[in-house]
């Protein structure tokens, strides 16, 4: 079993200003590619940084190269056409709604056989080994996320049903895995919000509209796409660590979907076999502990209870608390803390500062300090 620090985050961190005008700007055609990458490298290395001094243990590179964690699907695929984003709705705090222009992306959805275009991954991991003063991880979407490409009147021509992108989406993350193992790479998180579409069946209804499958079918088609996709990558390199993160919407500070892991966790913990399982569990909308009891054995439990949508810092107590009352059900050697999700899952990112981002990482680490040495 891979070694287990206490103290993770998942991934992206808030993108610089100048990244982002300058992002505009080579869509506008006013820079050429080599100086976006310019300040790309800046940008990764001033988040490797921040982490350094926060004290992580575990260094991604902010994701700074991409507009959304969904650029495995959305930037690195050929054979998708753009379309508009579904009508996701999201809220802050208890339900405040908030404006669609505000949380809105670019969407594709598969128009032909898919085909990888660009290696974004490779590259971070390039950049990573490096930079990195220590262990890295490269993050990406997992294919459970497939169903957001298929449109029942634009995608049956090459894909008669969802399932069949799956098969195609899998074995390219799987070539992907593949790369990334020869390049170096000892640690992979699959982030997914698949889940939710069983947890929330509002969610479902409104992100995958009235063709959507029933909940047995998305569960069964995430729990065998994940587990492919893990088997493949331990097939390959038995050493790497494979994690898988679950959350309830991130992007702007706001959230999609609500409800506790109860109608997936006993198939999810118990068929999926990753080494860590990173959970959202910041708010209520996550539901309680209890589900964790389906854990096997040996499987790390990193815990979201940090949020990294709102810049208040949470009380150390609290969390201390939190952990113990985990640990009823999750040996309290294989719990983790963590944000329970990135801080700009979108390039906009959350309405924090870089500074209130670094003070919440640090709060991470320390609060892993007390609780484990």
């Known amino acids: 079993m891979p070694a287990t620090p206490h103290a993770e985050h998942v991934g992206s961190l808030l993108r610089p200003p100048e990244l982002l005008e300058a992002r505009q700007a080579r869509e506008r055609g006013e820079i050429g590619a080599d100086k976006l990458a310019e300040l790309e490298d800046a940008a990764a290395l001033a988040a490797i940084e921040l982490q350094r001094q926060a004290g992580m243990e575990v260094f991604t590179d902010g994701e700074m190269r991409r507009k959304t964690w969904l650029a495995g699907l959305l930037e690195s695929l050929d054979g998708v056409t753009p379309v508009p984003l579904p009508s996701t709705e999201w809220w802050r705090g208890d339900g405040e709604p908030v404006p669609p222009e505000e949380t809105s992306w670019d969407m594709v959805v598969a128009t032909g056989k898919l085909t990888q275009k660009a290696n974004l991954t490779s590259v971070e991991a390039g950049f990573l080994a490096r930079h990195a003063p220590g262990p890295y991880k490269i993050t990406m979407v997992s294919s459970s996320m497939g169903h957001l490409l298929w449109h029942p009147d634009l995608s049956a021509d090459a894909y008669p049903t969802p399932a069949d992108l799956l098969r195609d989406l899998v074995a390219l993350r799987v ?4 790369r990334l193992l020869a390049q170096g790479v000892r640690w992979i998180q699959l982030d997914s919000l698949a889940y939710d579409f069983v947890i929330d069946p509002g969610f479902r209804a409104r992100v995958l509209g009235p063709a959507a499958p029933d909940a047995e079918t998305l569960l069964d088609a995430a729990v065998a796409v994940d587990a492919q996709q893990v088997r493949a990558a331990k097939e390959l390199d038995p050493d790497v660590t494979v994690a898988l993160h679950l959350c309830r919407g991130n992007n702007r500070s706001a959230w999609a979907a609500k409800g506790a892991y109860d109608p997936v966790a006993e198939r999810l913990f118990g068929e999926v076999p990753v080494d ?35 810049p208040a810092l949470e009380s150390q107590d609290e969390l201390r608390r939190r952990i113990d009352e985990a640990a009823k059900y999750v040996p309290m050697e294989n719990l983790a803390i963590s944000p329970q999700c990135g801080f700009a899952s979108t390039s906009r990112g959350n309405l924090l500062t870089v500074d209130e981002e670094r003070r919440k990482l640090e709060l991470v680490v320390e609060t892993a300090r007390l609780v484990w040495g």
């Open 276 to 310: 860590r399982f990173l959970l959202e569990y910041d708010t209520e909308r996550a539901g309680g502990f209890e589900p964790l009891r389906f854990v096997p054995q040996g499987t790390v439990v990193v815990l979201g209870l940090v949020s990294s949508k709102v």
């Open 175 to 178: 070539e992907e895995i593949r």
